[in-house]
C-alpha cells in the first residue's frame, strides 16, 4: 500500500505527467458536441468564417481575395457582388481549407472546430510555460488548467472562429520574448516579433498583448536602451509593418470592409453604469468566473509574486482592451475570448495565496478555495451550456432543401435578420435580408428566395407573384424568375 501511496505521490509531482492530463481532458471537453452544424451560438459570425473556407475549398485559396457567400450590402454600405471578406489575413482560413481538401473524413465544420481545439491545446501548453516562469511550477500548472476547464473558454475554444489560433500566435509571442530574456538570442526576439505579427494580421485586438511585453522590454532594458537598440527596432517593425501592409491591401476593395468604427465606442456606453455592469458584472463575474471565480480572482489581483507585476500588468492590457473596444465587448461575449489567458493566470495566482494562507487558519482557507472554484465551474457551465444549443434547426433543414433544388450558381435570398448562419446553410451566395426593392434584387441576380418565416410580408407578397417550388411547415422556396400562374 505505501509504494502504491509512493507511485500517486510522485505521479502528482510530476508536473510533466499533469500537463498531458490536463491537455488530454482539455482535449476530451471540446469533442462535446464537435460535430454540431453552424446554427448554435453567435452562428453568425461563425457561418462567416466558414464561409470564407467552403469557397476556399469548393473554388481555390486566394489569399489576397478571401470571399464568403454574403453579397449584400448589409455589413459594409455597398454592394459587394464578389463576396469579398476582408477583415483578418485568412490564416485559420487556409489552414482549414487544407485540411478539410486533405483529408475527407470530417466534414468541413468538423474541421474548422477542430483547427481552434488544437489551437486551444497550443495556447493551454504555452500558458504552463508562462505561469511556470511568473509563478513557479505549480502556478504554471493552475493557469493552464483554468484556461482548459472554464467552461467559457471550452465553448469558445472550439468554434469556427479565428480568436483561438490568433490568442495562440499571441502567447507564443510573449513566451518566445520572455525566452529572449533570458538568452538574448536575436532569433528568439524576431521569431515573437513574427508571432505577434501573425496574432494581429488575424485578430488586430491582439495588439494589446503587447503591454506584458513591453512591460517586461522597459524592466530589463529601460525605455531609453529600447530605443537605441537596433535589433528592437528591428523586431517593432516584423510585428507592426505586415498589419499596416495588409490594411493597406484591403482598403483597395471596400465593398469587402464590414463596418468596424462601430466597435470602439459606436454607443457611447464606455464607462457608462452600462458597461461596468455588462463588462464586469455579467461577463467577467457572472459568465466568465462564474461569479465564485471572484474569490480566487481577487486574492490574485492583490497578490504579486515575488518583484514582478506581470499577471496585473497582462490584465491591465485586457482591461485597456475591453475599455477602447467598448461598444463591441459590451455587444458581444465572444470578444471575451482574448482575455482569458490573463484571467486564467490572476485566477492561478489567486488560488495559490489561499492555498498558501497563515498555517493556523490553513484548512479552512484550502476547504473554501475548492468549493468556489467548484461553485464557480458548475455556474459558468450551466449558462454555457445554453450556448450549444441549435435554436433553430429549420434554418438546417430549409438549407438542404435548396442545396437539393438550386443550382450551385444560383444566387439566393435567405432572410435571417441580416443573420448569415441561414444562407451558410444554403451552401450559396446571396442576401441574408432584403436591402433592396425585390426587383432590383433579381435584376442583380437573385434566382431563390427561402425562408422559414412564412407569415413575414415579404414572404407573403412573393408568394402571390411567383411560382412556390417547395413548402413545408418550416420553410417555403420560391423561384423568383417564374411568375406565379
Same mark, same amino acid.
Given at each position: ?27 476530451? /471537453? ?40 454574403? +453579397?449584400?450590402?448589409?455589413? /459594409? ?7 469579398? %471578406? ?13 485540411? =478539410? ?14 483547427? *481552434? ?11 504552463? $510555460? ?15 488548467? !483554468? ?18 489560433? =490568433? ?9 518566445? !520574448?520572455? &525566452? ?14 513574427? *508571432? !505577434? ?8 485586438? $491582439? ?20 530605443? %537605441? ?40 456606453? %464606455? ?16 459568465? #466568465? ?15 504579486? &509574486? ?12 485586457? !482591461?485597456?482592451?475591453?475599455?477602447? #473596444? ?42 473554501? $478555495? +475548492? ?6 465551474? $458548475?455556474?459558468?457551465? /450551466? ?36 443573420? /448569415? ?20 434584387? #433579381? &435584376? ?40 406565379? &400562374?
Amino acid at each position: 500500500m505505501s509504494k502504491i501511496v509512493g507511485q500517486l505521490e510522485r505521479l502528482v509531482k510530476n508536473e510533466y505527467i499533469l500537463i498531458s492530463i490536463i491537455l488530454f481532458f482539455a482535449f476530451v /471537453t471540446r469533442l462535446y458536441k464537435v460535430n454540431s452544424p453552424i446554427a448554435d451560438w453567435h452562428s453568425w459570425r461563425q457561418a462567416d468564417t466558414a464561409s470564407v473556407t467552403k469557397i476556399y475549398v469548393e473554388e481555390g485559396i486566394d489569399l489576397l481575395r478571401p470571399r464568403y457567400h454574403d +453579397i449584400s450590402s448589409i455589413q /459594409t454600405g455597398i454592394f459587394n457582388p464578389k463576396g469579398l %471578406r476582408l477583415v483578418e489575413f485568412p490564416i485559420y482560413n487556409v489552414v482549414h481549407a487544407l485540411l =478539410a481538401i486533405n483529408f475527407t473524413n470530417f466534414s468541413l465544420e468538423v474541421w474548422g472546430r477542430l483547427v *481552434s481545439i488544437i489551437s486551444s491545446l497550443i495556447s493551454t501548453y504555452l500558458l504552463y $510555460l508562462i505561469g511556470k516562469k511568473f509563478m513557479g511550477k505549480w502556478g504554471g500548472i493552475i493557469s493552464a488548467c !483554468f484556461f482548459a476547464f472554464l467552461p467559457f473558454n471550452i465553448y469558445f475554444s472550439r468554434v469556427v472562429l479565428p480568436e483561438p489560433m =490568433a490568442v495562440s500566435f499571441a502567447l507564443l509571442s510573449v513566451w518566445l !520574448f520572455v &525566452k529572449y530574456l533570458d538568452k538574448e538570442k536575436s532569433l528568439i526576439l524576431y521569431m515573437s516579433a513574427i *508571432s !505577434f505579427a501573425l496574432a494581429m494580421m488575424i485578430k488586430p485586438f $491582439l495588439f494589446f498583448y503587447g503591454v506584458p511585453i513591453f512591460y517586461l522590454a522597459v524592466r530589463r532594458y529601460g525605455i531609453r536602451n529600447l530605443i %537605441r537598440d537596433k535589433k528592437f527596432l528591428l523586431a517593432v517593425d516584423l510585428a507592426l509593418v505586415p498589419f499596416f501592409i495588409w490594411r493597406t491591401w484591403i482598403n483597395k476593395y471596400p465593398a469587402g470592409i464590414p463596418f468596424w468604427q462601430w466597435a470602439f465606442n459606436g454607443d457611447k456606453i %464606455r464607462f457608462r453604469p452600462s458597461f461596468w455592469r455588462w463588462i464586469f458584472g455579467e461577463r467577467l463575474g457572472h459568465l #466568465i468566473l462564474g461569479s465564485w471565480g471572484l474569490i480566487p480572482f481577487s486574492f490574485g489581483f492583490l497578490k504579486s &509574486k515575488g518583484k514582478t507585476y506581470f499577471s496585473h500588468v497582462f490584465l491591465l492590457g485586457m !482591461f485597456l482592451y475591453v475599455a477602447i #473596444i467598448a461598444t463591441a465587448n459590451v455587444r458581444h461575449d465572444y470578444y471575451q475570448i482574448i482575455t482569458i489567458p490573463a484571467i486564467a493566470l490572476m485566477l492561478a495566482q489567486g488560488t495559490l495565496s489561499l492555498w498558501n494562507f497563515s498555517l493556523s487558519q490553513r484548512w479552512l482557507a484550502r476547504g473554501f $478555495l +475548492i468549493f468556489s472554484i467548484g461553485m464557480m465551474l $458548475l455556474v459558468g457551465a /450551466t449558462q454555457v451550456r445554453e450556448f450549444y444549443k441549435i435554436n433553430h434547426p429549420e434554418i438546417i433543414r430549409a438549407g438542404a432543401a435548396i442545396d437539393r433544388i438550386a443550382p450551385k450558381e444560383a444566387k439566393i435570398i435567405a432572410p435571417y435578420n441580416g443573420d /448569415t448562419a441561414f444562407l451558410y446553410q444554403t451552401g450559396r451566395s446571396g442576401w441574408p435580408a432584403i436591402d433592396d426593392s425585390i426587383d432590383n434584387l #433579381i &435584376k442583380r441576380g437573385a434566382t431563390f428566395y427561402v425562408s422559414v418565416d412564412l407569415k413575414h410580408p415579404d414572404t407573403q407578397m412573393l408568394k402571390e407573384r411567383f411560382s412556390v417550388i417547395e413548402e413545408t411547415s418550416e420553410y417555403i422556396i420560391i423561384k423568383l424568375r417564374e411568375k406565379q &400562374k
